[in-house]
């Protein structure tokens, strides 16, 4: 496979404004079945693992079982959500793993955080047993942490310790906490020149109108690889731009002014330096 995964942004629509995110201006949209159907096919082959990620909670698709079940047809399905809505898929046997961002609850107040976690809870306990990987996620701070802290705890009854990036709660149920990192943007204070990605190294992103981007993280489309219903991704692999980028990051160079606005990887890169391994992404 050229691509260990790719990201398909099913929808860039979200319940949240969240603090930690970079926000959306593009027109808001849901992917159809037919777009869908026709990406999965120029996708296949190119990968193993299909991420519902970009932008957007996916679980507001209201066709969000019928997009996993097409998925799982061809590829292992994964996903990124803000759990709130955990209930309307707790059912599907076809997801490979469920990321949940819980620090979307950190600035709530305690009677909803306490409901979240209840269901977000009950519905990770019954895709875990049924072989679904459940993969907590939670920034190192914020607003009401401690209090999400203890919650595991108490639910998991395991000692979590702020010091590791990855935590086995239960089987199939892990926790990844996490450093919050800086959104790229080309308007934004940082910028290295020096640096790497796995950015069309292992993954590429489609943002939900189809146009191809080299990774998760430009929510914007900034830098266009083509589109997914117009271009073929064999003539996107081997484009100028698109090895441009891969070369640069295999020889430490971000070649594109918007990846020198970025830090995700160089703080991935601080946490390996500083702990002796490499940081473990599920």
Known sequence: MIFKKIYVETTNNCNLNCPFC???????????????????????GYTTYLY???LGEPLLHPDINALIDLASQSFKVNLTTNGFFIDKIMHN???????????????????????????????SDYLAQNNTIINYRLWTNGQNKDIIIKALQDKYNVIIDNNKQNITLSSNIFLQIEQ???????????????????????HIGILVDGTIVPCCLDSKGTIKLGN?????????????????????????????????????YDIKKNIHNNSGKLFKTF
């Open 93 to 123: 046997p076809n997801i490979r793993q469920i990321n949940i961002s819980l620090q979307s609850i950190l600035n709530k107040d305690l009677e909803t955080i306490k409901k979240y976690l209840q269901k977000v809870f009950s519905a």
């Open 228 to 264: 997914i219903y117009h271009d073929e991704l064999s003539d996107i692999i081997t484009s100028k731009l698109f090895q441009e980028l891969k070369k640069g990051f295999e020889n430490n160079q971000k070649s594109h002014p918007l990846c020198r606005h970025c830090n995700f």
């Open 180 to 202: 919050e990192f800086i959104w790229p943007d080309l308007n934004n204070q940082y910028y290295n020149i020096k640096g790497s990605c796995l950015g069309c190294r292992d």
């Open 22 to 44: 970079i926000g959306n201006n593009r027109p808001k949209e849901f992917i159809t079945l037919d777009k869908f159907q026709l990406l999965l096919q120029k996708i296949k």
């Open 52 to 54: 519902f990620h970009v």
